[in-house]
């Protein structure tokens, strides 16, 4: 079954950094729109990055913004989601998933839209 990993969650602290990376195995990830979400325990799952098939649109959430990135990378297969200043409230499961879209790629999008999505990885930040 063709599936996402996501990877490079963990615990630090607040103003600290973690980069996340999304995989897949048996499918090519320039092939889709890729987006990263995130849920914190008891509210419901947000869009907060996004990059397009091509690599050359990206968006991000007001409450990410200046603050994470994300990148591809074609040789690795791999899209990453840089994440620097984490805050408390950046407390949540990250999940990435892959969407065929031939162009741009969008946040704000209902769940039930993306082809796969990936397990999650748990970021906590916390002193």
């Known amino acids: 079954q063709l599936q996402l990993v996501e990877s490079g969650g963990g615990l630090v602290q607040p103003g600290g950094s973690l980069r996340l990376s999304c995989a897949a195995s048996e499918f090519r990830l320039d092939s889709y729109a890729i987006a990263w979400y995130r849920q914190a325990p008891g509210k419901e799952r947000e869009g907060i990055s996004c990059?397009?098939?091509?690599?050359?649109?990206?968006m991000y959430a007001d409450s990410v913004k200046g603050r994470f990135t994300i990148s591809r990378d074609t040789a690795k297969n791999t899209v990453s989601l840089q994440m620097n200043g984490l805050k408390p409230e950046d407390t949540a499961i990250y999940y990435c998933?892959?969407?065929?879209?031939?162009?741009?790629?969008?946040?704000?999008?209902?769940?039930?839209?993306?082809?796969?999505w990936g397990q999650g990885t748990q970021v906590t930040v916390s002193s």
């Open positions: 990059i397009s098939m091509s690599g050359g649109s990206t």
């Open positions: 998933a892959a969407q065929r879209r031939q162009s741009g790629c969008s946040v704000t999008q209902k769940v039930a839209v993306y082809d796969y």
